[in-house]
């Protein structure tokens, strides 16, 4: 009796598998076939161990057994989430694995392992052979495994029937009576401890359920088919409706597309006729059933896409209709391309014409660029035959026996400076082809960044007064104080717009004036507070022909050939100026009447970043200078002073030995962050630009080394940047505090008496030495301060004779009574400056040589920013000018004037060396 219930069983798993196969082996997943598999294994071991004779032949049934029915209770397990749509976390499918491949391996191992089985004995009951056995550890993990799987099922089947968005009530329904079929009949069996192993019967069973599932809920095994089909697809969406146009289910995207779908359940209408899905989606339906055609499609609009739907009938397999998928395909880039294609067919005809056109301009421009190449030949050609034929004249001078070593001397540095100058010309001329090449080509790049306009303003002013002035022509300025200061944008342009636009006006300039007029014109813009910057730069120079006004800003273009071509230059600087007020969002316009001058005006937009105006910056500037100086002693405050200049360093040093302060020197960076490493410093001066590490990277090693015992220690910047606005800049950058150069007296120790620890002081030592001034001298930097142009016209008249007045008195080469303001009075003091001036003359004009050959202009920045602050501490006022000239069109990339007075520069030095040994 009982074999022929284990026989049976095992027949029905068999039909039931070939059941299954007919019904879904194209939709269901992996573990439901294997499961009817193993289950068919499962019931053929049961069948042989009832069957077998001795206990060889029980242990091989029994491991038929295990081998088909270990893994059983895990794909039930699996099967029920599939058909739940219940996503098992990957670790607790290792975990089951694990368990059932180690419960094999000990089964299999009867003999050599008591780890799952410790005895194994045969017995036979109602003529049935059963096994007697005494289990393992192994075989405790694996029962609580398996009723973890069973427990496991019941609570995805529960999960699936309260929030039914997956699985249909009538499926979750059948799951639940086999589950609860199959428990009770386990439960009766350990309960009334039949020897008949009741398994077989609830594998049948649970197969039982499955087909019952696969095959009553026909729509969901289709839809099974549509999610594994558009799962490849993954840019199509899908809904899928019953006849009743019930949902029964969609993929992410359709939820995309309609989010009212999120909250619908499987199995209901429960979604509002009045809303999108309905109107877009059910009346097609409708429709489709109407008319009864195989598809139907329509194209509509959602979310700003394009979308194709397409409705289709799902057939079962008696070709009768079993419900509707609807298939929404995303074609809003084919609608794109249609409408690209569209506008190319419609505007073939005008890009005919265009093309025509562009062939047209093209042809001309490139005319133009053989014009240009013609004239560059020559303006080329010019100085280097003077190069090649003074070099010719050179050698020959040196071949000449006739003269003695003093003429040829002579001789041979007339040519050299010859050479020299037309280097510098050609030199000139292919800078500006480089940087028109390098915006042409997109290489060049606008970096934004915090500045300050006045300063820009003050530079330019300095800068373009001598130039005008060797040409005796008139510099003007005309700019409010209430201007805004504090902008962002690229300084650099900006000031390179500027210059290059003065460059102009003073090259084709003979005689009058040259005016710079700053005004602006704040405002606001998607929320960031904006000023536009008119710049306008007037001359009374040739002017330009009405004619050529259109083509000015014309690459490889030069107006007015005839009457210009005595002008040294390459007549691309208008060109270059234009492409970079473009790229900055600007405009440029030029007004001209031909022999009476121009007037061009530049529009440059800059984000504004505060309301202070450039008359409170120039106060701000100056507000250090009126502080009275406090005398004091601090003999046990230990000072490092960093400054690769030697006479930047006597002087701080001689102003500090009154503290008593044990004072440590060094010229370099380098040499600097070793010292910092070594010992704690009460005061670090630190001096910014210098070869190699500067001071801004001393700063930087220093306040990062979370060892370096001066990582809090307070730092004080000393530049000769004193007017460049750069506050903000030096305290962003990790300074505590700075001072300008040249170093006075009274500033040193003022700021010095501030920052060192009081408790360093001795008490009694402090006292006012100097009185606020009241009468401050004005300083011919301040006269050309754009603040000072809201004067009267009597008090700028007043301004102006005074101005030439100290120019005059200016143009000797040295100062004597500027260079004993900055030395105290102090003859002595003055006497080693000059010294030290002296031995460093002939190692910076060396410097200066070398970065200008190279083209390095960063390192030439730096020596000419050392030559002007150390010029003014010896009183030469015009070279220090010079320098600072110099130093700021290295900085601004200003190869042309840097060719121009590179000589001039260096004559000048000389000059001052000479009338300091006189002194001397």
């Given at each position: 009796m009982i074999i022929a219930l284990y026989a049976l069983m095992m027949l029905f798993s068999i039909i039931e598998f070939i059941v299954f196969s007919q019904i879904s082996i194209k939709t269901t997943s992996k573990y439901m076939f294997l499961l009817f598999g193993l289950i068919i294994v499962c019931n053929?071991?049961?069948?042989?161990?009832?069957?077998?004779?001795?206990?060889?032949?029980?242990?091989?049934?029994?491991?038929?057994?295990?081998?088909?029915?270990?893994?059983?209770?895990?794909?039930?397990?699996?099967?029920?989430?599939?058909?739940?749509?219940?996503?098992?976390?990957p670790f607790l499918v290792f975990f089951?694995?694990?368990?059932?491949?180690?419960?094999?391996?000990?089964?299999?191992?009867?003999?050599?392992?008591?780890?799952?089985?410790?005895?194994?004995?045969?017995?036979r009951a109602y003529g049935v052979t059963y096994l007697v056995k005494e289990y393992g550890p192994l075989h405790t993990v694996y029962t609580v495994a398996l009723f973890g799987e069973i427990i496991g099922c019941f609570i995805v089947v529960i999960y699936s029937m309260k929030k039914k968005k997956c699985v249909s009530r009538r499926t979750t329904s059948t799951m639940m009576t086999g589950l609860i079929a199959g428990v009770l009949l386990y439960s009766l069996e350990r309960a009334m401890h039949w020897k008949v192993d009741v398994m077989p019967i609830m594998y049948v069973i649970f197969e039982l359920m499955l087909l019952a599932v696969l095959s009553r809920t026909h729509l969901y095994d289709v839809s099974a088919v549509v999610a594994e089909l558009y799962d490849v697809y993954r840019q199509y969406a899908y809904i899928t409706l019953d006849k009743e146009n019930r949902f029964m289910g969609c993929n992410d995207l359709a939820k995309e597309v309609y989010p009212e779908l999120t909250d619908v359940k499987v199995d209901s209408k429960d979604y509002v006729k009045e809303g999108d899905f309905y109107r877009d989606i059910v009346l097609w339906?409708?429709?489709?059933?109407?008319?009864?055609?195989?598809?139907?499609?329509?194209?509509?609009?959602?979310?700003?896409?394009?979308?194709?739907?397409?409705?289709?009938?799902?057939?079962?397999?008696?070709?009768?209709?079993?419900?509707?998928?609807?298939?929404?395909?995303?074609?809003?880039?084919?609608?794109?391309?249609?409408?690209?294609?569209?506008?190319?067919?419609?505007?073939?005809?005008?890009?005919?014409?265009?093309?025509?056109?562009?062939?047209?301009?093209?042809?001309?421009?490139?005319?133009?660029?053989?014009?240009?190449?013609?004239?560059?030949?020559?303006?080329?050609?010019?100085?280097?035959?003077?190069?090649?034929?003074?070099?010719?004249?050179?050698?020959?001078?040196?071949?000449?026996?006739?003269?003695?070593?003093?003429?040829?001397?002579?001789?041979?540095?007339?040519?050299?400076?010859?050479?020299?100058?037309?280097g510098n010309l050609l030199l000139s001329i292919i800078n500006d082809i480089l940087d028109l090449s390098k915006i042409e080509s997109g290489k060049m790049e606008i970096i934004e960044g915090p500045y300050h306009f006045a300063q820009v303003i003050k530079d330019i002013v300095v800068m373009f007064e001598n130039k005008a002035q060797s040409k005796h022509l008139s510099f003007e300025l005309e700019a409010e104080g209430s201007l805004p200061d504090e902008v962002r944008g690229d300084e650099m342009r900006v000031r390179q717009i500027i210059i290059n636009l003065l460059n102009n006006a003073i090259k084709y300039t003979d005689k009058g004036s040259v005016k710079l007029t700053v005004s602006a014109r704040k405002y606001s813009q998607e929320g960031k507070r904006k000023v536009d910057y008119t710049i306008n730069v007037k001359d009374t120079g040739k002017g330009i022909k009405e004619e050529d006004l259109d083509k000015l800003f014309y690459s490889f273009t030069r107006v007015d050939e005839d009457n210009n071509k005595n002008i040294e230059g390459t007549g691309l600087g208008l060109s270059i100026v234009k492409k970079l007020v473009d790229m900055m969002d600007g405009k440029i316009e030029v007004k001209s009447s031909y022999g009476e001058g121009s007037d061009f005006c530049v529009l440059l937009p800059q984000e504004l970043l505060s309301e202070r105006s450039i008359s409170e910056y120039n106060e701000a500037e100056k507000k250090l200078v009126n502080e009275n100086v406090r005398l004091f002693r601090a003999p046990k405050a230990n000072l490092l002073l960093v400054d690769d200049n030697s006479l930047n360093i006597v002087v701080a040093k001689k102003f500090l030995e009154q503290t008593g302060a044990d004072i440590k020197e060094c010229l370099s960076g380098k040499e600097a962050i070793d010292l910092l490493k070594e010992k704690k410093y009460d005061l670090v001066y630190l001096d910014h630009m210098m070869p190699?590490?500067?001071?801004?990277?001393?700063?930087?090693?220093?306040?990062?080394?979370?060892?370096?015992?001066?990582?809090?220690?307070?730092?004080?910047?000393?530049?000769?940047?004193?007017?460049?606005?750069?506050?903000?800049?030096?305290?962003k950058a990790g300074f505590d505090a700075y001072i300008s150069k040249p170093i006075k007296k009274k500033e040193l120790l003022n700021i010095t008496g501030k920052y060192l620890d009081q408790g360093l002081m001795e008490k009694e030592s402090v006292k006012e030495l100097y009185k606020e001034e009241t009468d401050q001298k004005k300083e011919i930097s301040d006269l050309n301060d754009p603040m000072n142009t809201a004067g009267s016209k009597s008090e700028k008249k007043e301004i102006g004779s005074k101005v030439e007045e100290d120019k005059k008195n200016l143009r000797a080469i040295l100062d004597k009574e500027l260079a004993m303001e900055n030395c105290m009075g102090d003859e002595e003091m003055y006497r080693s400056l000059a010294l030290v001036y002296l031995e460093e003359a002939e190692g910076s004009m060396e410097k200066l040589r070398e970065h200008y050959d190279k083209g390095d202009l960063t390192e030439y920045a730096v020596v000419a920013h050392g030559i002007k602050s150390t010029s003014l501490y010896i009183g030469a006022k015009e070279l220090s000018d010079l320098a600072k000239e110099m130093e700021l069109a290295a900085k601004s990339g200003d190869r042309a004037l840097i060719s121009e007075k590179h000589e001039q520069l260096i004559k000048s030095y000389k000059e001052v060396c000479e009338e300091l040994h006189k002194e001397l």
């Open positions: 053929m071991g049961y069948l042989s161990l009832a069957l077998s004779s001795n206990l060889s032949e029980a242990i091989l049934a029994n491991k038929v057994t295990y081998f088909g029915g270990v893994f059983v209770p895990f794909l039930m397990f699996m099967t029920i989430s599939s058909v739940c749509d219940f996503k098992v976390p089951m694995e694990l368990i059932s491949v180690f419960v094999i391996i000990s089964v299999f191992t009867i003999g050599y392992s008591d780890v799952y089985y410790k005895s194994v004995d045969i017995r339906v409708e429709e489709f059933e109407r008319v009864g055609l195989s598809a139907i499609n329509r194209e509509f609009d959602k979310k700003n896409r394009n979308f194709r739907g397409t409705v289709k009938s799902i057939l079962k397999r008696d070709r009768r209709s079993a419900g509707y998928l609807v298939e929404l395909e995303d074609i809003t880039r084919q609608q794109e391309y249609i409408k690209l294609i569209r506008k190319y067919n419609n505007d073939l005809k005008t890009e005919i014409v265009e093309k025509t056109k562009a062939k047209n301009e093209a042809d001309s421009a490139n005319n133009a660029k053989s014009n240009f190449l013609a004239n560059m030949s020559h303006e080329i050609r010019t100085p280097l035959n003077v190069v090649l034929g003074m070099d010719e004249l050179i050698i020959e001078e040196l071949k000449d026996e006739s003269k003695n070593a003093e003429e040829k001397e002579k001789i041979i540095e007339e040519y050299a400076q010859n050479i020299s100058s037309s190699g590490l500067d001071g801004i990277d001393v700063i930087k090693a220093v306040r990062s080394d979370r060892q370096n015992p001066n990582r809090e220690t307070v730092f004080i910047a000393m530049t000769a940047n004193a007017l460049s606005g750069a506050r903000d800049y030096y305290l």
